[in-house]
């Protein structure tokens, strides 16, 4: 995997207070984030680093420790990227291949298999895709889960995740600059999307996820200057209900709870 970074700062996380902990064997990695993140970074001992009322100060904890690099919040409700934990559905069995809407939405049978994936996230989609045999090429702007992220596919044992390539960018300014010396064949987005049922509370993971990234309000401009680039499909993953991102999605590959908007370029 290689990585790319820009300028993007944790300016983004909204003055969020973020606290890296870790173990003696960890000091050159968490050195590494915390210059990264801007955030101190605290020596503790395992039996420590439960003891979340002491550092109740830092909205965000970074925990990286014994090979291990996860998030608590507040709460203590934990994020952990993990490709080979299969706690996310990183290891799909019993997909359908090329067949997957996601694959049918990209262009898999029209030979559409480079892939620029414009909101990694958790990595979910962007995992499964290249499951499938697709390359991918990934854009995250959350610094923090950029830096989950990074450590999860260098730490990976799947083979297959080895020729990712991720961007810490803004998709925006990365579509704006990319455009003369990068190709793909399609491009991927699946901006948040608000909730709008109280009752229907996600996960605890989700919940610590929607803090770290807040709303996408940009998302439409994004789309817009996807658009603009000379790839075959622009693929929006929304859910079921929700309307089109923009208007001109020219075939909708509809699942059970999300569907594929295609766009298709040239
Ligand atoms: C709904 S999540 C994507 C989930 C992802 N598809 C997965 O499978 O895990 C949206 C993610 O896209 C990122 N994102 C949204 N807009 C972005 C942008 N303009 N530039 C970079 N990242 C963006 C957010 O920070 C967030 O992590």
Redesign the pocket.
């Known amino acids: 995997m290689s990585l790319v970074s820009s300028d993007l700062t944790i300016a983004d996380l909204k003055n969020k207070k973020i606290g890296i902990f870790f173990d003696a064997a960890s000091s050159e990695k968490a050195t590494y984030w915390s210059e990264f993140l801007k955030c101190p970074m605290f020596l503790v001992s395992s039996s420590q680093s439960s003891d979340f009322e002491m550092t109740k100060e830092f909205f965000f904890r970074i925990y990286i420790q014994e090979n291990q690099v996860f998030v608590r919040d507040l709460e203590n409700r934990l994020l952990e990227i993990d490709f080979d934990k299969n706690h996310l559905d990183y290891q799909r069995r019993g997909h359908h291949g090329k067949k997957e809407l996601i694959a049918k939405a990209l262009g898999a049978s029209k030979g559409c298999r480079k892939i620029l994936d ?9 995992v499964f895709l290249m499951q499938l045999g697709f390359q991918v090429m990934g ?4 610094p923090v ?1 950029f830096a989950l992220l990074s450590e999860a596919f260098q730490k990976t044992q799947k083979e297959y995740l080895k020729s990712y390539k991720l961007f810490f ?4 300014s990365f579509l704006q600059e990319n455009q003369t010396t990068l190709e793909f064949d399609s491009i991927y987005f ?3 999307y608000p909730h709008k049922k109280k009752s229907a509370l996600p996960k605890q993971e989700m919940m610590v996820f929607r803090d770290l ?1 807040g709303s ?1 309000d ?2 439409a401009e ?1 789309l817009k200057a996807a658009l603009k680039w000379p790839v075959r499909r622009v693929v929006v ?1 929304r859910p079921m209900k929700a309307e089109p991102l923009l208007p001109g999605v020219i075939h909708s590959f509809e699942g059970k709870v999300v569907r594929y908007d295609s766009y298709v370029v040239g």
């Open positions: 414009l909101s990694v996230g958790m990595g979910i989609d962007s854009v995250e702007r959350s889960l960018s803004d998709s925006l699946d901006p948040m990234v996408d940009d998302a994004v993953k």
